[in-house]
């Protein structure tokens, strides 16, 4: 059981000014356009996310995601450890993926998810075959 893939999102304000820097300054490519949250490639497996935040609310700070084919393994391993969960695995159909969500011992979110669904950039982790 291991994870294939690490993605770190961040909140933006305004996703087409962060697009801008994060194609044009720092050259990153675009991997998968959901609207509103981009995703772009940094290395082999690694990625940078990009979300739009609720202006109205407080930042909700940086949310590690590690993609895997195990979700339902990862989230029996984490409960038998004694993790927070914020939420149990749920398809989110918005976005076509599998996920669930738990704190570190900081409060930090840690998402463990795998994409489902077609998706242009089909090096992104889905389920297996």
Do not use: K
């Not at 999102?9 to 044009?24: G, K, M, N, W």
């Not at 356009?33 to 940078?48: F, M, N, P, T």
């Not at 979700?71 to 669930?100: F, K, M, S």
């Not at 409060?107 to 297996?128: C, K, N, S, T």
């Amino acid at each position: 059981m291991r994870f294939e893939q690490h993605i770190t999102f961040l909140p933006v304000a305004d996703i087409d000014v962060s697009d801008l820097f994060y194609r044009t300054t720092l050259g990153l490519e675009l991997a998968l356009d959901q609207g509103d949250c981009r995703i772009y490639r940094i290395a082999r497996d690694a990625y940078l996310g990009i979300c739009v935040r609720d202006p109205a609310g407080p930042s909700p700070g940086v949310m590690i995601t590690l993609v895997t084919h195990d979700v339902d393994t990862w989230h029996r391993r984490l409960l038998d450890a004694g993790t927070p969960c914020d939420r149990p695995p749920t398809r989110n159909e918005r976005y076509g993926i599998y996920q669930a969500f738990y704190r570190d011992p900081d409060g930090h979110v840690i998402e463990i998810q795998r994409f489902d669904g077609q998706f242009p950039a089909a090096d992104l982790v889905g389920a297996p075959d």
